[in-house]
Structure formats: structure tokens, C-alpha cells
């Protein structure tokens, strides 16, 4: 219920001025980038510790 308030205030806000479009925008790009960074740090991280195959298999993908 929240996230719906949020996204009709955004949907006016970006009505009312809409060079905030691309502002939204870049930051959901930098933000999924960021995340996925980290993500797959984890991941590589995390697959250093596996030396047995059957697990190193299943930690790649």
C-alpha cells in the first residue's frame, strides 16, 4: 500500500515537472548497477569457499 502511494506521488510529481522523469530514471540505473555489482561480488566471494564441484556447479549458476 505504501509502494502504491509512492508511485501515485511520483506520477503527479512527474506530471507537475518533468525533467524529473530522467532524474527518477538515472537513479533506478545507478542503483540497479550498483546492486548488481555487489551481487555478483558476493557471489564470487562466496565461490572461493566451495572447492567441490558438485557445489561449485550449483554456486555459478
Given at each position: 500500500m505504501v509502494?502504491?502511494?509512492?508511485?501515485?506521488i511520483a506520477g503527479f510529481m512527474i506530471a507537475l515537472y518533468p525533467p524529473l522523469l530522467s532524474i527518477i530514471v538515472a537513479t533506478l540505473?545507478?542503483?540497479i548497477g550498483a546492486l548488481l555489482t555487489v551481487i555478483s561480488y558476493r557471489f564470487k566471494?562466496?565461490?572461493?569457499?566451495?572447492?567441490?564441484?558438485?557445489?561449485?556447479?550449483f554456486?555459478?549458476?
Amino acid at each position: 500500500m505504501v509502494l502504491g502511494i509512492l508511485l501515485i506521488i511520483a506520477g503527479f510529481m512527474i506530471a507537475l515537472y518533468p525533467p524529473l522523469l530522467s532524474i527518477i530514471v538515472a537513479t533506478l540505473l545507478i542503483f540497479i548497477g550498483a546492486l548488481l555489482t555487489v551481487i555478483s561480488y558476493r557471489f564470487k566471494k562466496m565461490g572461493r569457499h566451495f572447492q567441490d564441484p558438485f557445489s561449485d556447479f550449483f554456486v555459478r549458476f
